[in-house]
C-alpha cells in the first residue's frame, strides 16, 4: 500500500527542539517577526549616497543624445553617468548567464521599456530621484518587435544589431529526443491529439525588490557589496572577470532576503551601476529598485508558445510526445540555466509516463521585452515543461472519453523501471507514482466528486476537478555536465565544532526565505546528534562560507544538503577516534546513538559529542596521528539529480454568470524523499500552490502593440492574496532518493510546478459543457467568458 509515514518524531520535547529531522519551528523567525531582520535597505554606511537609474519609456529607439547638464546642476548630485561614459571605461555591456551581452547602460539603442539609460547619484533618494527628470533624452522611436511570433518576420526590425553580423532576431535553436522515431509512432498510432498552448510572461514579484550597496574601499582595494543576490558566489567570481577587481578583493553579501523565487538570480545593471558609482565618488553607493522598475525590468518568467502533440492507442496507452516551442527571451539572452541547457530542464516534458518515443524542437527568439527566461520558482523551466504535458495529456482524455486520473495511473512509469531512463536522455533516480496519485485522490474523496459534479451539470451549475502529476528534476547537477558559464555546480560545506560542544555550519547557498538556518542545523543535527539550537547556519557571505553555485533549481537540499550530511559525518568519524581513546577501546567497539559513542556490551561507558568536542580541542594527549580541533570541509559534487514528484488534484466552481473562477479545494500529495522539516515543506507547498493560484488565474506580464508595459504595478500585476485561496491540504508519500546522502529531494519549487496545469485542467472541466478543450492563462473571468462562447481571445 501506500508509502504514507510521518517519521516518528522521537526527538521532540515541548520546547520544539529536537535532536534532527521533524517538524521545528523555524530559528530566524524571531528575528523576522520581532523586526530585526537585517535586509539590503536596511543598510546604512558612512557617508553613504544614492543611485538613481534612468530608464528608456520606449521600448525600442536610437538614442540620438543625452544632455546631463541640468541634472548635473541639480542639488545634492554626485554624478550623472551615461552609456557613453561607461563604454570608455569598457563597461558599457556585462555578460549574462548565458553567454549573451546586456547593456548595464545603453548607448546605441534601447530596446525595451524601463531598459538602464543612465544615472545619478546623490545625497539621498528624493535628490537622485528629481535629478532624473533632468536628463534630456532624445529617443528616435523604432518600430519594437513585441509579439513572438512576428519575430523572425522578414520585415521585423533587428534588435540585436549591437551583435556582429546579425541580421534577424533569432536567439537560438534547441531541440531533445529523436525526431525520426517519434514521427514512426505517431504515423501508426491510433489516436493523435494536438493543442496550442502557452505560458504566459509573469514575473517572480517578491516582497523585497532588488537593490545593493556598494562600498569600494579604495585604499584597501577591496570591493563589499551587499545584494539582494541567490547566488553570492558566482556573482562574485562573474564580477571579478568583468570588472577586472581581483576576486579576493571582492566581498559579496547577501544579507536577509524578502524573496527571491528566482528573481535575484541575475546579474542586474543596477549592481554594476552601484559597484561604478562607488568607485568613482570614492564613498558607498546604495541602489534600490521601486516597485514598477522590478515589474518592467528584472527576470520575468516563461513566455513559451507552444504546440503539443500526444500519439496513443485507442484504449489509453500513450505512445508518443512531440513539441515544437517557440521561446521569447526578450531583448537579452538573460536566462539563468547550465550552459548545456539553453532551454533549461525542458526535456523533462515527458513527465511521468513510459513513452516509446518522444521529441521537442524550440526555436527562441529577441524581442523588445525585458530579459529574463528563468525565473519565478521554475526549476529551470520544468514548469512549462510540467505544463505542457499535463494539459495535452488532459486533452488526450478529453478525445478518448477517459478519466484523466485513469488515464494517467494507465501510464506511470512503474516502481521496478527505476533508475528510468527518458526518451530525452534524463535518469530518473526513484519514484512510485501510483500510491501518490491514489493517496490523492483518496484525500480528494476522487469517486465522491465526480458524482457531485455529475449532478451538478444536471442543474446546470460548473463545477470542475483537475489533476496534475509530474515529476521534476532539481538540484543541479553534476559537474561533468553541468556549468554556468564554466564554474562547476558542486556545492561546499564546512562544520566547525567548538570545544563546549556548540557548532557552527558554513553553507554555499544562500535564503531567500527557505529556512535553511533551521533545515541545515537539523540535517546536521541529525547526524552528530548536537541540538539544531547549538548549531548555527552561516551563509551569505563570500567572506565566510565555501564556495558554491547558490540557491535556486531547488538545489539547496539536493546538493548543499547532501554536503551538510558528509560534512557532519566526516566529523563524526573523527569524534569516534577521539572517544574511543577517551574509552580505551578500539573504533570498532563503539556504538554511535545520536549524541553519543558507548561501548558495545557495556552501555554505562559512554562519552557524548560534547565530551568529545571538550577533549579535541583540550589538555591531554589524542589518539596517535590524530590533529587537534572537531572540525571538517566537504565539496561535494552530486552524481545526478533528483526527481521529486507530486499529485494534485483541484476543484473549482465557476460562476456562469460571471465567469469567476474559485478554487474550492486544492489537494497536494508531494514526495520529496526523506522529509527534513514537515513544517517547512508545508510551507513551501502552501507558497507554492498560492503562486499557482496566481499564474493560472490572475498574473500576466502583458504588453500594448507599442512594447509598453502593462504589468507595471501591483494593481495591474495580480497577485492572490488570502481571499483567492483554498485552505490547502496536504499529504505525502516518501520515496528516497538512492544516490543522496538521507534519501532528500528538493521541494522548493514543486507546487508552482504542479499547481498550474492542475487548475486549468478545472478549469477546462468544468467548461466541458461548453465544449471547450483549452483555454491559456490567466484564466481571468473575460477570458473564460470568451472560452464558454467559443470564441478564444488571441494570447
Ligand atoms: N526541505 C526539507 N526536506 C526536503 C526538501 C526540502 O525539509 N526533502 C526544506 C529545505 O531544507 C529548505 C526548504 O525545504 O528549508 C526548500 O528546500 P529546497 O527544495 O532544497 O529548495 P531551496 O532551499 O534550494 O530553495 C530554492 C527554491 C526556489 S529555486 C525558489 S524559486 C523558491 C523556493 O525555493 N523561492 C522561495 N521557495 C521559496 N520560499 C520562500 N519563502 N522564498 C523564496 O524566495
Ligand atoms: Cu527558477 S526560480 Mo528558483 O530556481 O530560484
Given at each position: ?54 530608464r528608456?519609456p ?55 521599456q524601463g ?14 530621484r ?71 510572461r509573469v514575473h517572480p514579484a517578491p516582497m523585497e525588490t532588488c ?52 528573481n ?24 534600490m529598485e521601486d516597485r514598477s522598475e522590478n515589474l518592467v525590468s528584472t527576470?520575468f ?68 521585452k525585458a ?323 496566481g499564474?493560472?488565474?490572475m498574473e500576466m506580464i502583458a504588453f500594448d502593440?507599442?512594447?509598453n508595459c502593462l504589468g507595471a504595478s501591483l494593481m495591474d500585476y495580480l497577485i492572490p492574496t ?56 490567466p ?17
Amino acid at each position: 500500500m501506500t508509502s504514507v509515514h510521518e517519521r516518528v518524531d522521537t526527538f521532540h520535547d515541548n520546547d520544539q527542539k529536537p535532536v534532527g529531522h521533524g517538524r521545528m519551528l523555524r530559528k530566524e523567525d524571531p528575528r523576522f517577526l520581532r523586526g530585526r531582520g537585517r535586509y539590503v535597505d536596511d543598510i546604512q554606511l558612512p557617508g553613504m549616497l544614492h543611485l538613481a537609474i534612468l530608464r528608456s519609456p520606449v521600448a525600442h529607439a536610437r538614442i540620438v543624445g543625452i544632455d546631463t547638464s541640468a541634472a548635473e546642476a541639480s542639488p545634492g548630485v554626485a554624478a550623472v553617468v551615461t552609456g557613453a561614459m561607461l563604454a570608455e571605461q569598457g563597461l558599457a555591456w556585462m555578460p549574462t548567464l548565458s553567454n549573451d551581452v546586456q547593456a548595464v547602460l545603453a548607448t546605441d539603442k534601447v530596446r525595451f521599456q524601463g531598459q538602464e539609460v543612465a544615472f545619478v547619484v546623490a545625497e539621498n533618494r528624493y535628490a537622485a530621484r528629481d535629478a532624473l527628470e533632468l536628463i534630456d533624452v532624445e529617443y528616435d522611436v523604432l518600430d519594437p518587435v513585441v509579439d513572438a511570433r512576428r519575430a523572425l518576420a522578414p520585415d521585423a526590425p533587428v534588435i540585436r544589431d549591437d551583435l556582429e553580423g546579425k541580421t534577424n532576431n533569432h536567439c537560438f535553436d534547441w531541440e531533445t529526443g529523436d525526431e525520426a522515431a517519434t514521427a514512426a509512432v505517431f504515423a501508426r498510432a491510433d489516436v493523435v491529439v494536438s493543442q496550442d498552448i502557452v505560458y504566459p510572461r509573469v514575473h517572480p514579484a517578491p516582497m523585497e525588490t532588488c537593490g545593493a550597496v556598494a562600498d569600494f574601499d579604495p585604499v584597501e582595494g577591496k570591493l563589499r557589496l551587499w545584494s539582494t543576490t541567490q547566488a553570492p558566489h558566482a556573482h562574485r567570481t562573474l564580477y571579478a572577470l568583468v570588472a577586472g577587481i581581483p576576486e579576493h578583493k571582492i566581498q559579496v553579501i547577501s544579507p536577509d532576503i524578502g524573496g527571491g523565487f528566482g528573481n535575484k538570480v541575475p546579474i542586474y545593471p543596477g549592481y554594476v551601476c552601484a559597484i561604478v558609482a562607488s568607485i568613482v565618488t570614492g564613498k558607498p553607493v546604495k541602489w534600490m529598485e521601486d516597485r514598477s522598475e522590478n515589474l518592467v525590468s528584472t527576470g520575468f518568467a516563461r513566455d513559451y508558445i507552444m504546440r503539443g502533440e500526444i500519439a496513443a492507442t485507442r484504449d489509453g496507452r500513450i505512445l508518443a510526445i512531440r513539441t515544437n516551442v517557440l521561446a521569447d527571451h526578450g531583448a537579452f539572452n538573460g536566462t539563468a540555466a547550465p550552459v548545456k541547457y539553453p532551454a533549461g530542464f525542458f526535456g523533462v516534458f515527458t513527465g511521468s509516463y513510459d513513452l516509446e518515443a518522444a521529441y521537442c524542437k524550440m526555436t527562441a527568439v529577441y524581442t523588445n521585452k525585458a530579459p529574463g527566461g528563468v525565473a519565478y520558482a521554475c526549476s529551470f523551466r520544468i514548469t512549462e515543461a510540467v505544463y505542457l504535458v499535463e494539459r495535452i495529456v488532459d486533452c488526450l482524455a478529453d478525445e478518448l472519453g477517459m478519466d484523466p486520473a485513469e488515464l494517467r495511473l494507465k501510464n506511470f512509469i512503474r516502481p521496478e523501471q527505476f533508475p528510468y531512463t527518458t526518451k530525452t536522455g534524463w535518469v530518473y533516480d526513484s519514484g512510485n507514482y501510483e500510491p501518490t496519485m491514489r493517496l490523492a485522490m483518496q484525500m480528494a474523496g476522487y469517486d465522491e466528486l465526480r458524482r457531485e459534479q455529475a449532478a451538478k451539470r444536471a442543474r446546470g451549475e460548473l463545477m470542475g476537478i483537475g489533476i496534475a502529476f509530474f515529476t521534476e528534476a532539481v538540484g543541479a547537477g553534476p559537474r561533468k555536465d553541468m556549468d554556468i558559464l564554466g564554474l562547476g555546480m558542486a556545492d561546499g560545506c564546512e562544520l566547525r565544532v567548538h570545544p563546549t560542544g556548540k557548532a557552527v555550519v558554513r553553507l554555499s547557498v544562500q535564503s531567500q526565505g527557505q529556512g535553511h538556518e533551521t533545515t541545515f542545523a537539523q540535517i546536521v543535527a541529525e547526524e552528530i546528534g548536537i541540538p539544531p539550537a547549538d548549531i548555527d547556519v552561516v551563509h551569505g557571505d563570500t567572506d565566510n562560507t565555501p564556495f558554491g553555485l547558490g540557491t535556486y533549481g531547488s538545489r539547496s537540499t539536493p546538493v548543499s544538503g547532501a554536503a551538510a550530511a558528509l560534512v557532519a559525518r566526516k566529523v563524526r568519524d573523527k569524534a569516534r577516534i577521539i572517544a574511543s581513546g577517551m574509552l580505551e577501546v578500539s573504533v570498532a567497539d563503539l556504538e554511535w546513538e545520536k549524541g553519543a559513542f558507548r561501548v558495545k556490551g557495556d552501555p554505562g561507558r559512554s562519552v557524548t559529542i560534547q565530551d568529545v568536542a571538550m577533549r579535541a580541542h583540550g589538555a591531554g594527549d589524542l589518539p596517535e596521528g590524530v590533529e587537534g580541533g572537531l572540525e571538517a570541509q566537504i565539496c561535494y559534487n552530486p552524481s545526478n539529480l533528483t526527481y521529486p514528484h507530486g499529485a494534485y488534484i483541484c476543484v473549482v466552481d465557476v460562476d456562469p454568470g460571471t465567469a469567476q473562477v474559485t478554487v474550492r479545494r486544492f489537494v497536494a500529495v508531494d514526495d520529496c524523499g526523506t522529509r527534513i522539516n514537515p513544517m517547512i515543506i508545508e510551507g513551501q507547498v502552501h507558497g507554492g500552490l498560492t503562486d499557482g493560484v496566481g499564474m493560472a488565474l490572475m498574473e500576466m506580464i502583458a504588453f500594448d502593440e507599442d512594447g509598453n508595459c502593462l504589468g507595471a504595478s501591483l494593481m495591474d500585476y495580480l497577485i492572490p492574496t488570502a481571499l483567492e485561496v483554498p485552505d490547502w491540504e496536504t499529504g505525502f508519500t516518501v520515496t528516497p532518493s538512492p544516490h543522496h546522502p538521507i534519501g532528500a529531494k528538493g521541494v522548493g519549487e514543486s507546487a508552482t510546478v504542479g499547481s498550474p496545469p492542475a487548475i486549468v485542467n478545472a478549469v477546462v472541466d468544468a467548461l466541458k459543457p461548453f465544449g471547450v478543450r483549452h483555454a491559456d492563462m490567466p484564466l481571468t473571468p473575460s477570458r473564460v467568458w470568451d472560452a464558454m462562447r467559443g470564441n478564444p481571445r488571441p494570447p
